[in-house]
């Protein structure tokens, strides 16, 4: 299949392709993700973001049944190493704006399907988004290594595996350059390990090795994993509260109380185009 239309764009600089294909026509084979994700080789990107109606996602696929309409826009979210994902905060921005830019979705709230469940989007006035991320859940305390240093984290689900380690060491002193070492008993299907600086109250800190991924600019999942440690950190009778996150490519807006959880942040479309039949012939 040649004429493979793509779009790129980012959220606070966690960037995606997005692939259209409304039917799931597209043989989007891991090879093909990882092609596109590279920065050399490829567009370059931090994951593939296929637009797809949720009817055409395989049955089997966690969570996709429970989708009643099946016409519902899904986010078919793929790491730049291939593998699938549950879900992504900063990926659900862009997907959001591209579905509104594209004249896909009418008015200014709509619900879009992730693997994770369906989660509702606001477009805010001054162009930011707003993501339902839906609950979250903690896990038994453990620890991580980093070269010679132990962490203690605290193990967050929210809709994917986060590890979240508040620490009063700079963050940017932190060596990120591979994965931190960890049980995979704790870590069954791997995990995104966040760690964080209290600033001031409300206000956070963050760099983050997303599974698949490697260090990104931006995790929007793991901010809302930040934010529900630090809340339980320092409010840890009522759970409710919320904080901005500086990442490496910008800030978010995190809320939390028991049982839900937002994300607010923006959401950039920076180029479009058509990838190259030979090209996608031999990346498959």
């Given at each position: 299949?040649?004429?493979?239309?793509f779009?790129?764009g980012?959220?606070t600089?966690?960037?995606?392709?997005?692939?259209?294909?409304?039917?799931?026509e597209?043989?989007?084979?891991?090879?093909?993700?990882?092609?596109?994700c590279?920065?050399?080789?490829?567009?370059?990107?931090?994951?593939?973001l296929?637009?797809?109606?949720s009817?055409?996602?395989?049955?089997?696929?966690?969570?996709?049944?429970?989708?009643?309409?099946r016409?519902?826009?899904?986010?078919?979210?793929?790491?730049?190493?291939?593998?699938?994902?549950?879900?992504?905060?900063?990926?659900?921005?862009?997907?959001?704006?591209?579905?509104?830019?594209?004249?896909?979705?009418?008015?200014?709230?709509?619900?879009?399907?992730?693997?994770?469940?369906?989660?509702?989007?606001?477009?805010?006035?001054?162009?930011?988004?707003?993501?339902?991320?839906?609950?979250?859940?903690?896990?038994?305390a453990?620890?991580?290594k980093?070269g010679?240093?132990?962490?203690?984290?605290?193990?967050?689900?929210?809709?994917?595996?986060?590890?979240?380690?508040?620490?009063?060491?700079?963050?940017?002193?932190?060596?990120?350059?591979?994965?931190?070492?960890?049980?995979?008993?704790?870590?069954?299907?791997?995990?995104?390990?966040?760690?964080?600086?209290?600033?001031?109250?409300g206000?956070?800190?963050?760099?983050?090795?997303?599974?698949?991924?490697?260090?990104?600019?931006?995790?929007?999942?793991?901010?809302?994993?930040?934010?529900?440690?630090?809340?339980?950190?320092?409010?840890?009778k009522?759970?409710?509260?919320?904080?901005?996150?500086?990442?490496?490519?910008?800030?978010?807006?995190?809320?939390?109380?028991?049982g839900?959880s937002?994300?607010?942040?923006?959401?950039?479309?920076?180029?479009?185009g058509?990838?190259d039949?030979?090209?996608?012939?031999?990346?498959?």
């Open positions: 299949m040649g004429g493979v239309e779009v790129k980012h959220g600089q966690n960037d995606f392709v997005l692939l259209p294909d409304p039917e799931g597209l043989d989007l084979t891991a090879e093909r993700v990882r092609a596109l590279d920065r050399r080789r490829g567009i370059g990107a931090d994951g593939v296929r637009v797809v109606r009817g055409a996602i395989p049955v089997e696929a966690p969570n996709v049944q429970s989708i009643v309409d016409k519902m826009w899904f986010m078919d979210y793929r790491n730049a190493d291939g593998s699938i994902a549950e879900m992504c905060g900063n990926g659900v921005r862009v997907f959001a704006r591209y579905l509104m830019e594209a004249g896909l979705v009418g008015g200014q709230e709509f619900v879009i399907g992730t693997r994770g469940g369906a989660r509702g989007v606001v477009a805010n006035s001054d162009g930011t988004f707003t993501v339902d991320m839906g609950d979250t859940r903690f896990g038994n453990t620890a991580i980093i010679e240093t132990y962490y203690s984290v605290m193990v967050v689900d929210v809709g994917n595996p986060h590890a979240v380690s508040i620490v009063d060491t700079p963050v940017e002193d932190i060596d990120l350059s591979s994965e931190p070492e960890y049980d995979a008993e704790d870590f069954p299907d791997g995990a995104n390990f966040e760690f964080v600086n209290i600033v001031e109250d206000l956070l800190r963050m760099r983050v090795h997303e599974r698949g991924v490697g260090e990104t600019r931006s995790c929007g999942t793991g901010t809302v994993a930040a934010v529900r440690a630090y809340v339980l950190h320092i409010h840890a009522h759970g409710i509260g919320g904080a901005d996150v500086l990442v490496p490519g910008g800030r978010l807006s995190v809320h939390v109380r028991p839900a937002t994300l607010s942040g923006p959401a950039e479309i920076v180029a479009r058509t990838l039949e030979q090209w996608w012939k031999e990346a498959a």
